[in-house]
């Protein structure tokens, strides 16, 4: 499906439904001054422009990782960016590698939309929580039955800390003390 933005030569492909955008919207609008966020699965840009406003608004920076396996793909997320006038920082390569480059406790806010796979969500979720800072939050898109792989990974690794805005695919929870033992 084709997102158009009615900003002249952006277009994602990118499923947008209004009430996930807004969601997004929502949580990346409240980080704090200087906060640090991080995209996992970024495609041409559709969901990383939502976070990218907020995060320049706070006088923050985005990071977006993704291993960009066709070129094309990359060229046009990153001609979305420019044409968006937004600044976010690629890192290409798979998440579970990136997450070595950062130290722990430094991240306001990550987004997982990568691999959708049981195995590689909850790997996604092992390898960055504990990049997160106290009061950091983790959120991630298409908590929906038919990715029954971020479903389930989710629920096992957050249990009752998770929420999912309603009628939305997008999940939340806080770093809280118990996430210490990872
Ligand atoms: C559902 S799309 C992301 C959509 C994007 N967030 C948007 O708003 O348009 C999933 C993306 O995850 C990327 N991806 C797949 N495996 C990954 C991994 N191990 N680490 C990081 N990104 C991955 C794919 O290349 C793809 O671009």
């Known amino acids: 499906m084709i997102t158009d933005l009615g900003i002249k030569g952006v277009t994602f492909n990118a499923f947008q439904n209004e009430k996930d955008t807004n969601a997004l919207n929502k949580l990346t609008g409240t980080l704090?001054?200087?906060?640090?966020?991080?995209?996992?699965?970024?495609?041409?840009?559709?969901?990383?422009?939502?976070?990218?406003?907020?995060?320049?608004?706070?006088?923050?920076?985005?990071?977006?990782?993704?291993?960009?396996?066709?070129?094309?793909?990359?060229?046009?997320?990153?001609?979305?960016?420019?044409?968006?006038?937004?600044?976010?920082?690629?890192?290409?390569?798979?998440?579970?590698?990136?997450?070595?480059?950062?130290?722990?406790?430094?991240?306001?806010?990550?987004?997982?939309?990568?691999d959708h796979t049981y195995d590689c969500v909850k790997d996604d979720i092992t390898s960055w929580l504990p990049k997160l800072k106290p009061s950091g939050i983790m959120a991630g898109h298409d908590y929906k039955p038919n990715a029954k792989g971020v479903m389930e990974a989710v629920d096992e690794m957050?249990?009752?800390?998770?929420?999912?805005?309603?009628?939305?695919?997008?999940?939340?929870?806080?770093?809280?003390?118990?996430?210490?033992?990872f």
Not at 159 to 175: A, E, H, L, N, S
């Open 32 to 114: 704090s001054p200087g906060c640090v966020a991080i995209e996992i699965g970024t495609r041409e840009g559709y969901s990383a422009s939502i976070t990218a406003r907020n995060v320049e608004k706070a006088g923050g920076c985005l990071y977006v990782v993704d291993p960009w396996e066709t070129l094309d793909v990359f060229r046009k997320f990153r001609d979305n960016m420019k044409l968006m006038n937004l600044t976010v920082y690629p890192l290409v390569m798979k998440s579970v590698d990136a997450a070595r480059i950062f130290k722990d406790g430094v991240l306001d806010f990550i987004f997982i939309d990568g």
């Open 158 to 181: 957050f249990g009752d800390d998770v929420t999912v805005f309603p009628d939305t695919w997008i999940w939340y929870g806080y770093k809280r003390y118990q996430w210490g033992q």
